[in-house]
């Protein structure tokens, strides 16, 4: 008995485990996005990743802006190439990131309806590679 319960332990650690990543979390929609990197990413390199989102039905498309904040002031920097490559999955390429600056880094990721209408927006730290 102690062995079964063990084993259903295990496994139900295993589902919970791989269900909690959420790199980005959408409190209003309850959306979760998840950003995995193809190359980055680094400082004053162009970038590429994969973001996959969790299942919804009101979400069509999304915006990935490359972000700055800095202690006085935010801004963007290039726009990145977005590319849909699955029902809830988007190839973003040509992310750049300029150097030399003193302030933190993000995507601001924008949700959108079918009427190209923002649902929702949140951050998405970077942590540079070296």
Known sequence: ?????TIFALIS??????????DVKFTKTSICANI??????????????????SENDKVVTIKV??????????????????????????LIEKAYFMGGMDGSWF??????????NLIEEARYHLEFKK
């Open 1 to 5: 008995m102690k062995l079964l319960i």
């Open 65 to 90: 802006i490359p972000w700055m904040v800095m202690s006085n002031h935010e801004h963007g920097s290039r726009p990145v190439v977005l590319t849909k490559t699955g029902d809830s999955e988007f």
């Open 13 to 22: 650690m295993n589902f919970t485990f791989a269900d909690e990543r959420c």
């Open 36 to 53: 995995d990197w193809i190359y980055g990413p680094y400082l004053d390199q162009y970038n590429s990743a994969k973001i996959s989102l």
């Open 107 to 116: 995507f601001k990721i924008q949700l959108n309806d079918s009427t190209n």
